[in-house]
């Protein structure tokens, strides 16, 4: 069964005006248009509260009218039995999918993996602490591993850390740019840089970044004057380290960034951010998919809350490449498949669609271009998607067709990982203490949205 889906843009600060507007249009998935300040940022399909997805046509779903209550109220229909297996607890969509557009920085964060998030949540719960509490960090018991494909040209992130010798070049670079002054303010940066070739080091070195206060901000005229530079070698660095002076003046965690792997994705590239990975996408349009958690810890480049402690524990300190994962393609068909159950998302990107996609779970179509037909392996159902249409594909298809021309994304369950193991009871105990809903990110600040 095909279940058309609807929604309203989330809208932060940092969002990009009119980007998903133009990306989808406005007779779809879409139902708000754009309309000034505050930006549309995200437009979320799946089954988390904090933007529950509309049914767009309730005769199906029995009269219910959104994906959550209709998962609540029949998961065997609407999730099925692999899906109900990735996690235990109550009914629901392992993922959520998302249209995201940004035009300024989201905060540097990291998100736990499930042995973290069990006890994480487990003992802010034994505290007492409120579900919708500012400071806490873990909001449920699961992880929250993530998929980023880019639909504009480029798209500029963050992620992970670069090896120390690429550090002290740059560092260097930063140095020699400086005046005498500069270097003056730079010397307790650089000594603790050179200091940071092993783990223990780096985490000395992000700990004195997010509590020195005033020695990092002394650092600011130096920063600026190597990011007006645009060197050929550090172009991005530059680019991307004068973006966030502009949107964060007074942020030492400008300092993490030269730190990090500096990602430029072209249309179609995917970056895959696991467990512990630092992360933060700085400016583009893109097709996210994640595990529907609420689990972030922020670094920095936000006006949230930062325990730095606790960032320090499950933060990945380890030099890697880019997490940039390259896709299965098979005709017309790029599949990003991660390492965890919860999902993974297919792309039929072509002029003339005559394709198979796997369906082993429910999924979530979403067509950005052109014009293509669904037809459904397990009902026979067909269903044809114009541009900015989404729909829920229920889990007894088995597998869905796609004739036409056009850019289809289908987000599924992924059925290579194996499952992961059941989680602890705490993951439906209930907080120590009530808590009214929560609300998301101010309209007016350069903020992310929680999930």
Not at 34 to 40: D, K, V
Not at 167 to 172: A, M
Not at 272 to 297: C, K, Q, T, W
Not at 420 to 430: D, F, I, L
Request: glycine share 10%.
């Amino acid at each position: 069964m095909f279940v058309p889906l609807e929604n309203t843009p989330m809208r932060y600060a940092w969002g990009a005006e009119g980007a998903i507007s133009d990306l989808l249009g406005t007779g779809g998935a879409l139902t708000e248009p754009e309309r000034g300040a505050p930006r549309q940022a995200e437009l979320w399909f799946g089954t988390h509260d904090g933007s529950p997805t509309r049914v767009a046509s309730p005769e199906l779903t029995g009269g219910v009218a959104t994906l959550r209550d209709w998962v609540a109220a029949e998961p065997d229909l609407a999730l099925g039995e692999r899906a109900l297996g990735v996690h235990a607890g109550p009914p629901r969509l392992p993922y959520l999918l998302k249209v995201l557009a940004a035009a300024k920085p989201l905060s540097l964060q990291v998100h736990p993996n499930l042995a973290e998030a069990r006890a994480g949540f487990a003992a802010e719960n034994a505290a007492g602490v409120p579900i919708d509490a500012p400071h806490r960090n873990y909001r449920d018991a699961l992880h929250k591993p993530e998929l980023l494909v880019a639909l504009s040209e480029t798209m500029s992130a963050l992620a992970g850390f670069r090896e120390p010798t690429e550090v002290r070049d740059l560092v260097d670079s930063i140095v020699e740019a400086a005046d005498a002054r500069g270097r003056a303010a730079l010397e307790p940066f650089v000594t603790r840089v050179a200091a940071a070739d092993s783990e223990a080091g780096m985490r000395d070195l992000l700990e004195w970044i997010l509590t020195s206060g005033e020695p990092a901000a002394r650092a600011a005229d130096a920063l600026d004057a190597w990011s007006a530079q645009e060197t050929e070698e550090y172009a991005r660095e530059q680019r991307n380290l004068a973006r966030i002076r502009a949107e964060f003046p007074g942020d030492a965690s400008a300092l993490t960034a030269l730190l990090m792997n500096h990602v430029v994705l072209h249309r179609g590239e995917a970056l895959y951010v696991r467990a512990g990975v630092l992360h933060a996408y700085l400016e583009g349009l893109g097709i996210e998919v994640m595990a529907a958690s609420d689990n972030v810890l922020r670094g920095g480049l936000t006006v949230k809350h930062v325990d730095v402690p606790e960032l320090l524990r499950i933060l990945d300190v380890a030099p890697t490449p880019p997490p940039v994962l390259a896709p299965g393609v098979r005709g017309n068909i790029a599949a990003f498949v991660p390492s965890e159950p919860d999902f993974m998302l297919q792309r039929a990107h072509a002029e003339g669609l005559d394709d198979e996609l796997v369906c082993a779970g429910p999924g979530i179509a979403l067509c950005v271009a052109g014009s293509v037909r669904l037809e459904g392996a397990g009902s026979g159902e067909s269903k044809l998607l114009g541009r900015g249409d989404a729909v829920y594909v229920t889990p007894d298809e088995g597998s869905v067709r796609l004739r036409g021309r056009g850019d289809v994304l289908l987000a599924t369950i992924n059925p290579y990982a194996v499952a992961a193991e059941p989680a602890a009871p705490a993951e439906s105990a209930e907080p120590a203490a009530s808590a009214a809903p929560r609300e998301h990110a101010g309209a007016g600040r350069a903020e992310d949205s929680q999930a």
